[in-house]
DNA sequence: TTCCCGCATGTAAACGATTACACTCGGGGG
DNA sequence: CCCCCGAGTGTAATCGTTTACATGCGGGAA
């Protein structure tokens, strides 16, 4: 079912039938219609390689994520979706690969196949981006530790954030907090911790080292710290984890332990995933808004997608709240 | 930087080069390199429409979701990706659409760009499909109602698992179950609730309509239920729910009225997402192995895609456990 | 020597759309 | 009456590949 057969099933040239479909240029009412018509009888429906060969644009954007896990990925992606259809915009997504030589042929395979692409790498390097993308592609990176001009960033706050919650749980007067850490690898567990840091030092208080548990931002790991942090003493009276799930393992190891959250310790998140609002007592935790971060991001790649030469790529940060 | 160029570069045809980079023909090794060399240096990328113009394959599969939202969602998507990826398949993901028109566009919109598609949806109904999808186009259904001939279908055991949750909760002793739904409309629910009718019927256990509540799938509704079944009276000893997320709601409307699980209530939920494991105590629930389900609804597509008149298109039902 | 065959490569026709340019036609101004 | 213009439509080039077919060449068989 091409162009040519509707134009012939219309009377009419494919150029007719091609303005009629993208409402370009004068066409006569009667002609219009009749193209309709044979449109719809055929069913229709242009196709889409051939467009895009021509036209030069696809419509679809890429997003690589470091992992198809979790339900902040899902919101990301839900931001992402919603921002795109909004604009008709389609998304190919996919997963990070272990592999190196696999995830440069990923990125070379996307080539050609969209128009730009919302990259999240907490922990991928800078070069091995640098080396696979045409620098004519516009790319949006997420939540990364690459600053390289030639890119637009989007991250959250983490710094200000991890130093208000240590700021808030000061102001509850805990002086020895202990912080579970995400993986060092990764860059928001690094500013996390960092923001945190810096306000125990500008707060004064307890920074014994062994106050700084590592995680990897699973749940196990969280249960894990959970139980370390029961055997220090003195027992610090709050517990900072750098993310939700992370959080409630801890949670689960301190129940299992007979320990009150928070009447016998205080216990603060980071992400705000829709299940530490269920659970009891509710998380304290630091609200990042997820989907609008991805609906961010696309927003702004699409900018730069319709204005190639637009104003230069910023590096923006979102706000936090506890 | 096209196919000509690098063939100026390699200082042979365009057809060699595209025999070099597809592996095809015979080619004299002197040749290859010269050409693998030129392609390097340019870093050229074929261009992903013109070849799927004439290959008529786009290397993409498209995947409509009824909602981005929720573990359930990343890990079908994970399956997918898994699969999708070891065979070279990119994935075009989008959640559904509130509008209909919107959802004809879109179903419509992936026509050309895709190879195939993966369609999730528990309560789309079936004409809609059908009048949208060219018959030509390769489709695996996922947790659907629909039973057209037409189309293969991969789903889980829902009443098998529901009447082996009832059958448990009997072997323990509870005779007056409450069971939280999911909603009406959604295919899954409706099967898991007939299925622990059954069992229960065949158990001659006690059926009560007031034991039956009506939630959404949402942990919101789960908390509802929850408050709802504590002033049921006599009050029942277990309940099931129809997920996971309205187990954990309403395991915390359960623990913010003292009454503790599982010692004054048992209650067993459904999906096992990875939050599940987490809680205190282990919350029961039915295993439905999601990311695999995911990977064998793409294993199904690709199988459909290599041998296009292959065996007819059979629903398959996946096995669960507790 | 002549013929034929197979390897290695080139030439050019697709694929299905968009769009610059050419054309026709009817009407209004000179 | 002639010219010009704009509305409406058609013709054909174009996008970047793949691939059927043609070609040239060298070697073995007759």
Redesign the interface.
Same mark, same amino acid.
Not at 90 to 95: S, Y
């Given at each position: 079912m091409t162009i040519k057969e509707v134009a012939r099933r219309a009377g009419v040239s494919t150029a007719t039938v091609s303005r009629v479909l993208n409402e370009k240029g004068p066409i006569r009412d009667e002609t219009r219609q009749r193209v309709r018509r044979a449109v719809d009888r055929l069913?229709y &429906?242009?196709?889409?390689?051939?467009r895009?060969?021509i036209t030069r644009r696809?419509s679809?954007v890429g997003v690589i994520l470091p992992d198809?896990?979790?339900?902040f990925?899902?919101e990301v992606? =839900?931001g992402i979706?919603?921002a795109a259809?909004k604009s008709?915009y389609?998304?190919? &997504?996919?997963?990070s690969?272990s592999d190196r030589r696999e995830s440069e042929a &990923?990125l070379?395979?996307?080539?050609?196949?969209v128009d730009g692409m919302i990259i999240m790498s907490p922990d991928i390097d800078a070069e091995a981006l640098e080396a696979n993308l045409?620098e004519t592609l516009p790319v949006v990176l997420l939540n990364t530790a690459v600053r390289n001009g030639a890119w637009a960033a989007l991250g959250i706050d983490n710094r200000g954030a991890a130093a208000s919650v240590i700021r808030h749980l000061a102001g509850l007067g805990h002086r020895r907090i202990a912080i579970v850490t995400g993986p060092w690898r990764n860059h928001d567990a690094r500013e996390r911790l960092e923001g945190a840091r810096r306000a125990i030092r500008e707060l004064s208080l307890d920074d014994s080292p062994e106050l700084e548990i590592e995680g990897d931002f699973s749940?196990e790991s969280g249960?894990r710290a959970g139980r370390r942090i029961l055997e220090l003493s003195p027992r610090p009276t709050a517990i900072f984890a750098a993310n939700d799930s992370m959080a409630?393992?801890c949670?689960?190891a301190l =129940?299992?332990a007979g320990v009150q959250v928070p009447r016998d310790i205080a216990l603060v998140g980071f992400d705000d995933i829709?299940?530490a609002?269920?659970?009891?007592p509710p998380l304290t935790t630091v609200r990042v808004a997820i989907a609008p971060l991805g609906e961010r991001a696309m927003l702004k790649l699409l900018g730069a997608l319709s204005s190639p030469r637009g104003r230069r790529p910023r590096r923006e940060t979102l706000p936090t709240t506890l």
């Open positions: 069913r &429906v242009p196709h889409g390689a051939a895009s060969l696809t679809t198809i896990y979790g339900e990925f899902s992606i =839900r979706d919603l259809r008709g389609h998304i190919l &997504v996919t997963g690969h &990923v070379r395979a996307l080539r050609g196949r045409p749940q249960y409630i393992g949670l689960s =129940r299992g829709p299940t609002r269920f659970l009891t």
